[in-house]
């Protein structure tokens, strides 16, 4: 993440936290905050910090990177924007008593659920401070990246054939809503939404659970170590 001066991996909190301190220090402002980390990974795996990986690099990481930053992006009336899926619908269905997915994992479940995180922290975030911060989560489309390619997950298979350049997007083309979120006039979009094509759209029922939203924050905050 970041330029090539800032860099973190998200399977590792302390290197997060790390960045937050390099990113304070560099920056008396901060306009837009993108966060776009997503991985889905194969078989389970825990990170160091004893998180199941996918929530960690998909959700933890940037749900830590942004309370780090929060006093700055109130400061500078910011734009945060969530990199989400359309897997939040397809796979995700969110159990906050087995967020790591230790009694059924598979990796689409564990990826479905990152990012329909991705959607309830974008909630959260706008009921606690869209007073000065505005926020959107976003579906990129399917892109024509090395996504998933070194995963054991069936994405691989869509991401490894030569005719993906026939059905998938271009990253060009995959990055339209996330640039028209960061650049647009905010008269344009609502903040708190769901976004695929530069319009609002519905995914998950879970996302519009309020007390999941809260009950992900609170949970969320407790696992990387900060005051909610």
């Known amino acids: 993440l970041g330029s090539p001066h800032h860099l973190a991996d998200f399977a590792d909190l302390d290197q997060v936290r790390r960045l937050a301190d390099e990113l304070r220090d560099a920056y008396p402002r901060i306009d837009v905050l993108a966060n776009n980390a997503g991985g889905v990974m194969g078989s389970r795996e825990v990170t160091k910090d004893g998180h199941e990986k996918t929530l960690q690099v998909n959700h933890l990481g940037p749900f830590l990177l942004t309370h780090l930053l929060l006093d700055r992006l109130r400061e500078s009336r910011a734009t945060v924007i969530n990199t989400s899926s359309a897997a939040a619908r397809l796979f995700g269905k969110i159990d906050l008593h087995d967020l790591h997915n230790e009694r059924k994992y ?14 309830l922290f974008t909630r959260e975030l706008h009921r606690r401070h869209g007073d000065a911060i505005a926020t959107a989560a976003f579906h990129p489309g399917v892109v024509a990246t090395s996504f998933a390619t070194e995963s054991h997950s069936m994405f691989r298979f869509f991401y490894r054939t030569p005719l993906r350049r026939f059905f998938m997007l271009t990253p060009e083309q995959g990055a339209d809503t996330l640039v028209w979120l960061a650049t647009a006039p905010r008269e344009e979009w609502t903040p708190g939404g769901f976004y695929e094509k530069r319009r609002p759209q519905q995914t998950s029922p879970q996302a519009d659970d309020a007390a999941l939203a809260a009950g992900l924050w609170e949970r969320s905050a407790d696992l990387v170590g900060v005051t909610p």
């Open 106 to 119: 598979s990796a689409q479940k564990a990826y479905g659920d990152g990012k329909l995180a991705n959607v």
